[in-house]
């Protein structure tokens, strides 16, 4: 089992700037994929960012440019620096671990931060 926890999440003008961690534990050595996932009201759950245990990230076209995704693996804790927010990036924000193996998957995700981006 993978517990994970977020913070950082708040309210924020829009073209400001908000950090969310994920601090991780339980069984990480079964983890190879931790990522970011938004959901917006009414809208479905979907993939902000990722970043595998060797560092290699992808981003949601939405953010690239704007979005950074890190992980300090000595602290379990993975990390989004979110700059030049915009209105329509207000949502919930998950975090996600998952053990990806020969097509299989198994999800982790956290209780969800809420970002709110005002106009």
């Known amino acids: 089992q993978v517990q994970l926890v977020e913070s950082g999440g708040g309210l924020v003008q829009a073209g400001g700037s908000l950090r969310l961690s994920c601090a991780a534990s339980g069984s990480m050595f079964s983890i190879n994929s931790m990522g970011w996932y938004r959901q917006a009201p009414g809208k479905q759950r979907e993939l902000v960012a990722a970043?595998?245990?060797?560092?290699?990230?992808n981003y949601a076209d939405s953010v690239k440019g704007r979005f950074t995704i890190s992980r300090d693996n000595a602290k379990n804790t993975m990390y989004l620096q979110m700059n030049s927010l915009k209105p329509e990036d207000t949502a919930v924000y998950y975090c996600?671990?998952?053990?990806?193996?020969?097509?299989?998957?198994?999800?982790?995700w956290g209780q969800g931060t809420q970002v709110t981006v005002s106009s």
């Open positions: 970043i595998t245990r060797g560092s290699s990230t």
């Open positions: 996600n671990a998952a053990n990806v193996l020969f097509g299989s998957r198994e999800d982790y």
